[in-house]
């Protein structure tokens, strides 16, 4: 019973560490759809650590290791997790977080860092989302997650991102072959230069065939940042409350967050 009430804490204290990289209001935050063999781990045991907690109990997390509880009522972050998230739930352009570095990963993989220890990994259509208290520790766990169903790890395809997702990277890069510099791009589009910079790190990592087919966004930086807010609202009120604040009907209402999806952590 203790070690069942350590665990449930745990993972409550990992999910909450999970939020504060989350998208700026209350999205969706599972692991969407997936079934226990698409999911990513390191397998029963890792690096000395035992399998602590699993999405039978998380809903989305693999929990290595056990960590001392405080005194009290408080938590602890234990020493390795893995999330699965989708694609659409959880991506470098959906955050409002930005990584301070994006590389490829083990063939296509799209690598987003938030800190030594904190590193989102896109892959197909999931985010596999990283949390370690030790650097050396995140290099190996890159190195080995792998699907469950999986005996050893596998190159990683490339991530495959939503349309509204992908049309926000050819929004910057349409821009670049008009305007020379990050600041000219920014002023042309609405979208601020870190978030300029970053967009066109991760097409060019991309590679032009993933842009290629996609459309040039209509919608303006302003209206997208609206409708962004309002698929935020529907995380907060509901669809029903946030379309009577709005004034609009609830199909109303869908259609138009549709129109971000993948951009608002809501899918």
């Known amino acids: 019973m203790a070690r069942m009430l350590r665990a449930g804490r745990i993972a409550l204290l990992a999910a909450l560490c999970a939020l504060l990289l989350a998208p700026a209001a209350g999205g969706q935050i599972g692991g969407g759809s997936l079934s226990p063999d698409e999911m990513y781990w390191l397998g029963p045991y890792y690096a000395g650590l035992r399998l602590e907690g699993t999405p039978a109990e998380t809903g989305k997390t693999y929990i290595y290791g056990d960590c001392e509880l405080p005194e009290g009522e408080g938590g602890c972050s234990p020493p390795l997790e893995v999330q699965n998230w989708t694609s659409c739930t959880r991506n470098p352009i959906g955050l409002d977080s930005l990584p301070y570095k994006v590389f490829l990963l083990r063939g296509g993989a799209l690598a987003a860092a938030y800190g030594s220890t904190s590193i989102d990994v896109g892959t197909g259509r999931q985010t596999v989302t990283l949390f370690t208290n030790e650097v050396e520790l995140m290099?190996?766990?890159?190195?080995?997650?792998?699907?469950?169903?999986?005996?050893?790890?596998?190159?990683?395809?490339?991530?495959?991102?939503?349309?509204?997702?992908?049309?926000?990277?050819?929004?910057?890069?349409?821009?670049?072959n008009r305007f020379h510099g990050i600041e000219a791009i920014a002023r042309a589009t609405g979208v601020s230069p870190a978030k300029v910079e970053l967009?066109?790190?991760?097409?060019?990592?991309?590679?032009?065939?993933?842009?290629?087919?996609?459309?040039?966004?209509?919608?303006?930086?302003?209206?997208?940042?609206?409708?962004?807010?309002?698929?935020f609202d529907v995380g907060y009120d509901g669809p029903a409350g946030a379309a009577r604040r709005h004034g609009m009907s609830v199909k109303e209402l869908k259609r138009k967050i549709r129109r971000v999806r993948g951009l608002a952590g809501d899918c």
């Open 199 to 231: 967009r066109l790190r991760i097409a060019k990592l991309l590679g032009p065939a993933a842009l290629a087919d996609v459309p040039v966004p209509t919608m303006s930086t302003a209206t997208v940042r609206r409708l962004r807010q309002l698929s």
């Open 139 to 176: 290099g190996a766990a890159l190195r080995d997650v792998r699907r469950k169903s999986e005996p050893a790890p596998q190159p990683l395809p490339p991530p495959v991102y939503p349309m509204p997702v992908l049309r926000e990277l050819k929004r910057v890069t349409v821009a670049a």
